[in-house]
């Protein structure tokens, strides 16, 4: 039961999740990596209802990264099924909770049946405002700004008028705002290339759990280190 007071988090309105650790929870469970990314997919529906009881309006997870592209092409396979697969189910019990579905990456590049449920997904939730949760695919940080100096040379702009608005304008989902706190699970401490332009002023807060492990308690951990923290964004206190 959330208490009156976790229900407010003041100005924490979007947390950012690195889903880490899916093969190592598998490996310790004496399982294959893929059954590691099956129940961290799970892990994403946990999360999303944990931050929609705290008032939290909108909560990015880094699901499949230009990287990832590199590992097993078993692997890589297995996670793309699994997205086809995934994402039905998700949208199905999300929007009983109306939970707004977004995406953000190289979309186009994606297989076909990927694109086409992310695009469905997309457009069936957009009425729902309780939370919207975003799911990174194909996504990264360096892609997502070389894409946006694309569009703006693209669409003829001076040099000499580009502002940081000019570039906020042309990343993949300008209208949500950055993210107030990002999460990393499984003790490594870096971004890996995840939201460098959104995340420039973000708080950090470093997990020893695995994904799959993250829990409710976890996610009250971090909020509390969050509400801890003095944000200045370059400035002093008055």
């Not at 959330?2 to 924490?12: K, R």
């Not at 995934?86 to 109306?98: D, N, P, S």
Request: with cysteine; charged share 30%; hydrophobic share 35%.
């Amino acid at each position: 039961m959330v208490s009156e007071n976790q229900s407010q988090v003041h100005s924490l309105t979007h947390i950012a999740f690195i889903m880490d650790g899916n093969g190592r929870w598998a490996k310790k469970q004496g399982k294959p990596r893929t059954y590691g990314h099956y129940v961290g997919a799970y892990k994403i529906e946990d999360v999303v209802r944990w931050c929609a009881e705290r008032g939290v309006k909108y909560a990015t997870f880094y699901a499949f990264s230009t990287e990832n592209w590199k590992r097993p092409p078993e692997e890589v396979n297995f996670i793309l099924g699994l997205l086809v697969e995934k994402v039905g189910e998700f949208y199905e019990r999300m929007a009983k909770e109306h939970v707004r579905l977004r995406f953000i990456g190289r979309i186009n590049e994606l297989p076909e049946p990927v694109k086409e449920k992310c695009i469905e997904y997309e457009e069936k939730t957009k009425q729902f405002d309780r939370i919207q949760a975003i799911l990174a695919l194909n996504y990264g940080g360096r892609a997502e700004m070389v894409d946006a100096v694309k569009k703006i040379v693209a669409a003829g702009i001076n040099p000499e008028d580009i502002t940081d608005e000019t570039i906020r304008q042309h990343l993949y989902a300008p209208d949500i705002p950055d993210p107030d706190l990002i999460v990393r699970t499984s003790g490594e401490m870096r971004l890996s290339n995840f939201l460098i332009w959104q995340g420039a002023y973000s708080e950090l807060y470093f997990s020893d759990l695995l994904w799959p492990e993250f829990t409710e308690q976890e996610l009250d951990k971090a909020i509390e280190s969050y509400k801890r923290r003095e944000r200045r964004f370059g400035g002093i206190k008055g």
